[in-house]
T-cell receptor, first 117, second 112 residues
């Protein structure tokens, strides 16, 4: 299993500002994922972050809006840039199962709830 | 286009009875499915999985059934307990990747 810590757990932000969310994992993992859950919606994959390479973004998400860093195998950051009220969401960091069993399971952090005014 | 659908946004069940949560998918390439439970202010926690080579997987009170021809899976919880009250998400992936498509969730309320 993996224990994932996210900071901040919640924040209220002003329109036009940017916020960086941190994700720390207690195990080394190759792939880290950033998801967004808008109010009443499903979890939507923003991007996949592998250490040593640029993040891979899903359709509808771009690096300028959601820059991601992955400096090592246990840490990643997601920045939400130039925020608007539509960016109000829960942002979730997720990792693959770090064990050898290759279960296919994803582990999630507790999420960062952003409210943009 | 929602590839994974949970058509029931909410479900109420009496304690001790069976809870059945349903999930439909459209992509026939999906071959691995997960169920997650999410409490408020917490991240989703893994419950149970099933691969397309099986039609049933059981873990304690939780059983997942997969009907590939109908592109349908269901999660059975029996007996239901008040602590099971949460939002349940199904998720699907293809090709052995960790890229999952999630459903919109079903809020389960187990009444004491």
């Amino acid at each position: 299993s993996a224990v994932i810590s996210q900071k901040p757990s919640r924040d209220i932000c002003q329109r036009g500002t940017s916020l960086t969310i941190q994700c720390q994992v207690d195990s080394q993992v190759t792939m880290m994922f950033w998801y967004r859950q808008q109010p009443g919606q499903s979890l939507t994959l923003i991007a996949t972050a592998n250490q040593g390479s640029e993040a891979t973004y899903e359709s509808g998400f771009v690096i300028d809006k959601f820059p991601i860093s992955r400096p090592n195998l246990t840490f990643s950051t997601l920045t939400v840039s130039n925020m608007s009220p539509e960016d109000s969401s829960i942002y979730l960091c997720s990792v693959e199962d770090p064990g050898d069993a290759n279960t296919g399971e994803l582990f999630f952090g507790e999420g960062s709830r952003l409210t943009v005014l | 286009d929602q590839q994974v659908k949970q058509n029931s946004p909410s479900l109420s069940v009496q304690e001790g009875r069976i809870s059945i949560l349903n999930c439909d998918y459209t992509n026939s390439m999906f071959d691995y499915f997960l169920w997650y439970k999410k409490y408020p202010a917490e991240g989703p926690t893994f419950l149970i999985s099933i691969s397309s080579i099986k039609d049933k997987n059981e873990d304690g009170r939780f059983t997942v059934f997969l009907n590939k021809s109908a592109k349908h899976l269901s999660l059975h919880i029996v007996p239901s307990q008040p602590g099971d009250s949460a939002v349940y998400f199904c998720a699907a992936s293809d090709g052995g990747t960790y890229k999952y498509i999630f459903g919109t969730g079903t809020r389960l309320k187990v009444l004491a």
